[in-house]
């Protein structure tokens, strides 16, 4: 009976692995010509970034994205598997932006996962 029990719980527990999602909502805030930069993701990922401040953020990618996010907009994106984001504030003053991600697997940004 032991046995079965034990038997049960792995089949459940491989059945189970690969369903668990990250999802991250943050507020951060960009210092003047810094930037934050979404490392090679490991698996695909959607990203929603809203720009809270009356700036532009310039967006960095090989991939075809808009090159800004003007002042007090949304940005939506399903990011694909090994792509790399980077949003860079050219402004002098600080930007703040609340950023949204949801994947399968941990999402690194700048050398950090955020949780």
Known sequence: ?????????????ISC??????DVWKTVAIAPGDSIVLQRLKAPATVEIK????????????????????ANSEFQYR???????????????????HLHYSSSRPVLINNKELR
């Open 17 to 22: 692995n690969g369903t668990h999602r990250v």
């Open 79 to 97: 990011l694909p598997k090994k792509s790399r984001l980077t949003m860079e504030n050219p402004n002098s003053d600080s930007v703040s932006i």
């Open 51 to 70: 720009n809270l401040s009356h700036k532009t953020i310039n967006l960095v990618s090989e991939l075809n994205i808009p090159k800004t996010i003007i």
């Open 1 to 13: 009976m032991k046995k079965i029990i034990l038997i049960f719980i792995l089949a459940s527990m």
